[in-house]
């Protein structure tokens, strides 16, 4: 995946995704660098989750990749709102924890395809509603299948 061309907006969404795919430091710089972002709590689809929870999550998904590779694909604000549609992989050689549970290293390519709607409270992201095609993904990891339904 290749970075999008820069664009302009008031929201750097580039330091955003850089806090999920760079290595964070150490101890307490770690929820620093989140809580510049996001205010702590902030709510992801529903539930508060403080910055070592963001922490947490993003060490979890460094640790999924070899490398962390993102692309922007678009960006639309409005006011106190910003939308970011994005793609973000790369090769496997962690467990994924996908919301069908827990898909172990494959070593292949997995691409994930999100988009984020962020609500900003003086300037930081207060509120996130998140979708991922994570289906497309395990599809394509042959990690799932679809299978006809059965006639009673």
């Known amino acids: 995946?290749?970075?999008?061309?820069?664009?302009?907006?008031?929201?750097?969404?580039?330091?955003?995704?850089?806090?999920?795919?760079?290595?964070?430091?150490?101890?307490?710089?770690?929820?620093?660098?989140?809580?510049?972002?996001?205010?702590?709590p902030v709510t992801v689809n529903g539930r508060e989750l403080a910055a070592a929870d963001l922490v947490a999550r993003a060490r979890a998904v460094q640790g999924?990749?070899?490398?962390v590779r993102r692309e922007v694909v678009a960006v639309v604000e409005d006011g106190d709102r910003v939308a970011v549609a994005f793609r973000m992989g790369g090769r496997q050689v962690g467990t994924y924890e996908s919301s069908?549970?827990?898909?172990?290293?494959?070593?292949?390519?997995?691409?994930?395809?999100?988009i984020d709607v962020l609500t900003l409270t003086g300037g930081r992201i207060?509120?996130?509603?998140?979708?991922?095609?994570?289906?497309g993904a395990l599809a394509a990891l042959d990690a799932v299948r679809l299978v006809a339904p059965t006639t009673p």
């Open 1 to 40: 995946m290749t970075p999008a061309p820069t664009r302009s907006t008031a929201f750097d969404v580039e330091r955003l995704l850089r806090l999920w795919s760079d290595p964070l430091p150490d101890g307490p710089a770690a929820e620093d660098a989140f809580r510049a972002v996001y205010t702590d």
């Open 64 to 67: 999924t990749f070899a490398q």
């Open 100 to 114: 069908a549970g827990p898909l172990p290293p494959t070593g292949r390519e997995l691409e994930l395809r999100v």
């Open 126 to 135: 207060s509120e996130i509603v998140m979708v991922a095609d994570e289906l």
